[in-house]
């Protein structure tokens, strides 16, 4: 039989990560890089977005904003990417809460009701009440802080040690493998200490 050590991630039961809140853009600074929600009050939001340093254009303030996917392609081949400018108002930047009490989302629609005049605190799911994990970003608990940008790879299963686990890459290795098809670096994540970004 085999023994544990008491540091064991087994052993390991973290509160959830922090919820993820949407500051308006023109209260960030050094952008480059930084998740964004793109959107107008009252009709909707996209996310998976990266952005650039704001720019001043025709006495505007904007945002460059590109997908992930073309993030990602950017920073392998060190090119620059085409952005698409969008008005710094209309643009939020994703950030995690410290401040915020640690808990998952609601699983009840009632409690789950947002306002839709801004982009949505996106509170933390555990990976073992979600079915389809597959390619959904997800925080893992490892080393005692929360890894982020991250990608499962894999649905939930059995290990060699009895234990649930999914299997992560990264986001960069995630976005590669979709343009390269080469198969990216994975980690074996044990679910109790993973989390979507729902």
């Known amino acids: 039989m085999e023994t544990l050590a008491a540091d064991s991630p087994r052993y390991e039961f973290p509160d959830p990560p922090p919820p993820l809140n949407a500051v308006p853009a023109v209260q960030c600074f050094d952008m480059r890089g930084a998740r964004v929600i793109v959107g107008t009050p009252g009709q909707g939001w996209r996310t998976d977005l990266r952005a650039d340093d704001p720019l001043m254009r025709g006495g505007k303030l904007l945002v460059p904003v590109l997908s992930e996917s073309d993030y990602y392609r950017s920073q392998d081949d060190g090119t620059e990417a085409m952005a698409a400018l969008h008005p710094v108002e209309s643009v939020w930047v ?105």
């Open 94 to 198: 994703e950030k995690p809460d410290d401040a915020a009490e640690r808990r998952t989302a609601a699983p009840h629609l009632f409690e789950r009701l947002v306002d839709i005049e801004c982009p949505p605190k996106r509170w933390p799911v555990p990976a073992s009440d979600v079915h389809g994990l597959t390619g959904r970003r997800v925080w893992l608990w490892r080393s005692g802080e929360f890894g982020t940008d991250l990608r499962c790879v894999s649905e939930a299963f059995e290990n060699s040690d009895g234990d649930i686990a999914v299997k992560v890459a990264t986001e960069r290795d995630w976005y590669r493998w979709a343009r390269t098809g080469k198969s990216p670096t994975v980690e074996e994540a044990l679910i109790h200490l993973t989390w979507l970004e729902a």
